[in-house]
């Protein structure tokens, strides 16, 4: 009797081991793969897969945000929207597209929406940078040094700032940019020279 | 050739200067979203993709069932419709049954009743004859036509006992009599006895 007992706990603690292995090995083949095979496969069914995926672009995409609006209430509101929609759309995804691009045409036009609706669009002279607005980001962050840098950042109009923290939060390539925002990639390199040249005058002031 | 060397050129020097500026950025302070909204996001992910029971594989046969209950239960009240008259008859007829075997037992009961009223001569004649006993005095007098055709024959049987009484020369016949017009104050009596 004892010793099939001890048969018995042997057997359910092996099994338990397997399965805790076999989980830490699943979770490690989820890190190998791509974000596009992810996505397919969370498409597919596999909630785990979304979890990884959310795991890699959850603080970017975040940030995304909340350099982009006025209050942290609205930033929250307008990531989770943008992860719904990604959620929603889940069927609709194709493992041609990249996901980043895929996401952040989601979030992008997700904020773009966003502006219409609360008429927030700022009209930003291109030469009017010297008229220093306090900006959204200023809000939240702390710190002289960091300060100027996201006052210089949220100072910009609305489609330099946007074609920037893409740029700098994402590391999207200028083509990918361009079929983010959608717009010429000659278009995103121009943004990217004003808004450049913007924050470098500023910087120096 | 020159524009082509000199954009080339501006596509380097904006990719060096926004290197440097990546590299000044990601030294801001590195904001990541609540837990709870992490929390929030991953649960409706895994809401959308919960596998749901599959209720329309074996949808038809749920609504066959219920079809079938409900005529089933149609059917029920119909055939208990149907059958409720016949019931009734039934009933009805049972009733009746009833009161006319009561009667019989009513009759017997004022029989011994008018036996215990009669005195024991006039019971030992009465048996020596074979003949119904009379009808007690306190009998009723409105009786149901099928009822009162019984009394009658009855009240005649007592009567032909009484003459063959009389006709026998038994003296008893007179008290018998006197008991007959008691129970039947209104019963015609044949001219042998009314003297």
């Not at chain 1, 959204?136 to 950042?153: F, K, T």
Request: with cysteine; proline share 4%; net charge negative.
């Amino acid at each position: 009797m004892y010793a099939q007992l001890q048969v018995q706990n042997a057997t359910e603690i092996s099994s338990c081991l397997l399965g805790g292995l076999s989980r830490i090995r699943y979770a490690a083949n989820m890190r190998e793969l791509s974000d596009e095979v992810l996505m397919q496969r969370y498409a597919r069914g596999d909630a785990r897969a979304f979890d990884e995926l959310y795991a890699r672009h959850r603080a970017p995409l975040y940030r995304y945000f909340t350099r982009q609006v006025s209050d942290r209430a609205t930033a929250n509101d307008l990531y989770q929207g943008a992860w719904e929609k990604i959620i929603r759309a889940r069927d609709r995804y194709r493992e041609s597209a990249s996901f980043s691009v895929w996401l952040y045409a989601i979030a992008h036009n997700h904020l773009v929406d966003h502006y219409r609706s609360s008429r927030l669009v700022q009209q930003v002279e291109m030469d009017d940078l010297s008229d220093h607005r306090p900006g959204p980001v200023e809000d939240v962050i702390d710190g002289e040094q960091n300060e100027h840098l996201l006052a210089g950042i949220s100072a910009l109009p609305e489609e330099q700032r946007t074609t920037l923290l893409l740029k700098l939060e994402t590391g999207l390539k200028m083509e990918e940019i361009a079929r983010v925002t959608g717009v010429s990639t000659e278009t995103v390199k121009s943004r990217l020279r004003y808004a450049v040249g913007k924050l470098k005058r500023s910087l120096v002031e | 050739m020159n524009s082509m060397h000199s954009n080339g050129e501006q596509d380097r020097s904006l990719h060096e200067t926004l290197d440097k500026l990546g590299q000044s950025y990601a030294q801001l302070d590195r904001d990541e979203p609540p837990e709870l909204l992490d929390m929030a996001i991953l649960n409706s992910a895994h809401r959308a993709v919960e596998k749901k029971p599959q209720r329309l594989k074996f949808g038809w046969l749920h609504g066959l069932t219920t079809a079938a209950v409900f005529v089933l239960a149609l059917t029920l009240i119909v055939h208990q419709r149907e059958n409720q008259p016949a019931e009734d008859i039934t009933i009805q007829f049972d009733k009746l049954e009833r009161s006319r075997q009561a009667e019989p037992a009513k009759k017997q009961s004022a029989e011994d009743r008018s036996r215990q009223s009669l005195q024991a001569p006039k019971e030992s004649a009465i048996e020596r004859m074979d003949q119904p006993a009379p009808v007690a005095a306190g009998a009723p007098q409105t009786l149901e036509p099928a009822a009162r055709g019984n009394v009658d024959t009855q009240a005649e049987e007592q009567l032909r006992a009484i003459i063959r009484m009389q006709q026998a020369g038994d003296e008893r016949w007179k008290v018998e009599l006197e008991a007959f017009i008691k129970s039947h104050p209104d019963y015609p009596l044949p001219d042998e006895l009314k003297n």
